[in-house]
């Protein structure tokens, strides 16, 4: 079964603080990964999108990681921000047809001051 | 939110009563989609349909109906037979090929009073 878990369930920083988020999937025939930030009451907004070759990639201070023989992915947060408070959603796009992404509950990350 | 605008931003229903969310989108892209989002739980797909009068079931369909006369527009009604209705929607949108990034709108939070 096509599945996508995510840890921590939440997690709490200081502010300026790194911190790194985890993603585990089993979704089978891999196409891409997706990272996407979901500020509270608004829509998720893409952060990163990784195919099976890219091993990471960087969009300001986040820094995504795939390691597709180990299925798992990492997005880390540089020098953390009170804005950067969201939940973070994990997405895998399976190579089929009809649609066939597979979202992971998110990590609710808190930055505090 | 890359173009895509849900309204109302909340809505209020009474038990029994069918309720249309509004969403359209400005990005001439073919594919739309409507997920449900509740508490702890991933977002879950209610309909998408690729093209315009062309549309498919999601995984939770139940209760649920839409139409897509336009390319542009893809409301979502909720009937009263959708048991658990009160959660948050959030509209998509993608280009041709559902592996595409999909865009989401702002969502609606629909509360059955």
């Known amino acids: 079964k096509n599945q996508v878990e995510q840890s921590p369930q939440s997690l709490i920083i200081l502010e300026g603080k790194n911190c790194t988020l985890q993603?585990?999937?089993?979704?089978?025939?891999?196409?891409?990964l997706r990272w996407y930030k979901q500020d509270t009451g608004r829509g998720p907004v893409s952060l990163t999108i990784?195919?099976?070759?890219?091993n990471t990639k960087s969009n300001g201070r986040y820094t995504a990681t795939l390691d597709a023989d180990t299925k798992q992915s990492s997005l880390h947060i540089t020098a953390s921000q009170l804005s950067d408070s969201a939940s973070y959603i994990c997405v895998v796009s399976a190579r089929q047809a009809g649609t066939a992404l597979i979202f992971g509950k998110g990590t609710t990350l808190s930055v505090s001051s | 939110d890359g173009g895509i605008t849900q309204s109302p931003k909340y809505l209020f229903r009474k038990e029994g009563q069918n309720v249309t969310l509004s969403c359209e989108q400005n990005?001439?892209?073919?594919?739309m989609y409507w997920y449900r989002q509740d508490p702890g739980q991933g977002l879950r797909l209610i309909y998408y349909?690729?093209?315009?009068?062309?549309?498919q079931k999601g995984d939770i369909a139940e209760g649920y109906s839409v139409s897509r006369e336009k390319k542009e527009s893809f409301p979502l009604t909720v009937t009263s037979a959708q048991k658990n209705p009160t959660a948050f929607y959030l509209c998509?949108?993608?280009?041709?090929?559902?592996?595409?990034?999909?865009?989401f709108g702002p969502g609606t939070r629909l509360t059955v009073l």
């Open positions: 349909s690729q093209i315009v009068n062309d549309f």
């Open positions: 998509a949108s993608s280009m041709q090929g559902t592996n595409n990034e999909q865009f």
């Open positions: 990784m195919t099976f070759s890219e």
């Open positions: 993603c585990n999937y089993t979704v089978s025939p891999f196409s891409n």
């Open positions: 990005l001439n892209h073919d594919a």
